[in-house]
Nanobody, 124 residues
């Protein structure tokens, strides 16, 4: 069974950058769609970006707020995928989750595997 572990979160000043990593283990992730979500305090998880098993990128509902600043990538050879976050704003403060779907397709409801979440705080 696929296991996901995020890393790279922390405290950053507005305008700064962070790269979140999600390492997959136990199973090769190349057949999975992989995605990033975030959860703001007091709210549910919102999808940001996803890459299908075939390499097609999908923008989820929360992408408009990060457009031009966040990018997703995957390295199947290393079994890891990333969320590069640039020009961070205080509104990006949230807990970030990586996720994967065994279907290989990007749908917000199809993610059956989740990381534990990593907090990102954007503050001066």
């Amino acid at each position: 069974q696929l296991r996901l572990v995020e890393s790279g979160g922390g405290l950053v000043r507005p305008g700064g950058s962070l790269r979140l990593s999600c390492a997959a283990s136990e199973v090769p992730m190349n057949d999975y769609a992989v995605a990033w979500f975030r959860r703001f305090p007091g709210k549910g998880r919102e999808g940001i970006l996803c890459i299908s098993a075939s390499g097609q990128m999908t923008e989820f509902d929360d992408y408009d707020s990060v457009k031009g600043r966040f990018t997703i990538s995957r390295d199947d050879a290393e079994n890891v995928f990333y969320l590069q976050m640039n020009n961070l704003k205080s509104d990006d403060t949230a807990v970030y989750f990586c996720a994967a779907a065994i279907s290989g397709r990007c749908t917000t409801y199809g993610m059956g595997y989740w990381g534990q979440g990593t907090p990102v705080t954007v503050s001066s």
